[in-house]
């Protein structure tokens, strides 16, 4: 069975960091671009970041940038996203998702594997 596990979401002071971790497994995501996606409550669903299948590049929204930092080990079949200075407008559920591509690509859609989210509240 393929699956995609979100962990690391939580509450949060403003300011604060938090880790996302997405695990695959009955799969490996080396053939993958992963993306992360967000979708705060009342809001429809946007694109946070994406990786390429190799790890060498990434791109990230602007609500992001600077911020967040996306990155993946091949080892534990694993993507990342390092999410500092958060802010309360990032309190949302953030979703991992994989889309077969070729090694450099780091567009992100028409994903074919979904998580289940993993809520982050950032709130004093």
């Known amino acids: 069975q393929l699956q995609l596990v979100e962990s690391g979401g939580g509450l949060v002071q403003p300011g604060g960091s938090l880790r996302l971790s997405c695990a695959a497994s009955?799969?490996?995501?080396?053939?993958?671009?992963i993306g992360w996606f967000r979708q705060a409550p009342g809001k429809e669903r946007e694109g946070v970041s994406c990786?390429?299948?190799?790890?060498?590049?990434?791109n990230y929204a602007d609500s992001a940038k600077g911020r967040f930092t996306m990155f993946r080990d091949s080892a534990k079949n694993t993507v990342y996203l390092q999410m500092n200075s958060l802010k309360p407008e990032d309190t949302a559920v953030y979703y991992c998702?994989?889309?077969?591509?070729?090694?450099?690509?780091?567009?992100?859609?028409?994903?074919?594997?979904w998580g289940e989210g993993t809520l982050v509240t950032v709130s004093s």
């Open positions: 009955g799969f490996s995501l080396d053939y993958y671009a």
């Open positions: 990786i390429s299948s190799n790890g060498g590049s990434t």
């Open positions: 998702a994989a889309v077969r591509a070729v090694w450099w690509s780091a567009v992100c859609k028409d994903m074919e594997y």
